[in-house]
């Protein structure tokens, strides 16, 4: 029965991307908010899939820390459920660092091309970085939130990833605080994985970090901390044989 609910949720993501994408472009000229927001219906409607057909339930904790200005959010990362979630469901819109090659694939790089997030041109090695800087002061100027996952990768649930910089350095350059969020979204929705499971996703969001008068180092540190530490909260039995 998973397999084929995770069938069927397939074919469902891959019939609504494809004229979500046209209609895209349709609303190219509007602003970029109105774009962000009507482009982002198409992650609503894939986290609102997840649920209708597989059974992927989710539960906000910790909303009351959202701030009501600039912020840059340091996620964990297990799956692809986050990626749909954040910009689908946070109150502010959300920018991406990612490589600037996803803009060909079709339809979905189509969209995510006219958001103006964080696109990055990795083969300038070190001046990358300064592509993050400048174009994630912009998006905070706009009163957008940079999404960053420290780990880098997806992680499978009960491991931790090396916490990159990257995202501590962009609030100390910025003087952004951060957002901490922790989740186990990788429980429902495993990395690479084809079967998807029912089940209860809680994505934790915890109080803001100043970056104020901390080295990226530190403030990074604090992250991971936070973050590692709440997994433990949400899923005890990844970790009782430490």
């Not at 904790?61 to 959010?73: M, R």
């Not at 998006?139 to 960053?148: E, M, S």
């Not at 100390?172 to 990395?191: D, K, L, Q």
């Amino acid at each position: 029965m998973a397999a084929l609910r995770s069938a069927i949720y397939l074919l469902f993501l891959i019939i609504t991307v494809i004229p979500y994408a046209f209609a895209c472009m349709l609303w190219a000229p509007l602003p970029l908010h109105w774009r962000f927001r009507l482009t982002a219906g198409w992650p609503r409607l894939a986290i609102w899939g997840a649920k209708a057909i597989v059974g992927i339930r989710w539960r906000i904790k910790g909303i009351e820390n959202l701030p009501d200005g600039p912020a840059i959010l340091l996620s964990k990362h297990q799956s692809a459920w986050e990626t749909l979630f954040l910009p689908a469901h946070m109150p502010r819109d959300v920018c991406f660092v990612y490589k600037k090659e996803l803009h060909r694939v079709p339809f979905f790089g189509w969209g995510l091309a006219l958001l103006r997030m964080i696109p990055i041109d990795r083969s300038k090695g070190r001046d990358a970085f300064e592509q993050i800087v400048r174009l994630g002061r912009e998006r905070l100027d706009q009163g957008r939130w940079p999404v960053l996952f420290p780990e880098g990768t997806r992680v499978a649930p009960g491991k931790t990833g090396r916490y990159k910089l990257g995202g501590a350095m962009l609030a100390v350059r910025t003087g952004a605080g951060v957002i901490p969020i922790a989740h186990n979204a990788g429980e429902c929705w495993p990395r690479n994985a084809f079967i998807k499971k029912p089940g209860l996703i809680t994505l934790s969001i915890g109080p803001m970090i100043a970056s104020e008068g901390l080295s990226a180092e530190t403030l990074n540190g604090k992250v991971r901390d936070w973050i590692e530490s709440e997994m433990r909260q949400l899923n005890p039995e990844r970790y009782e044989r430490e």
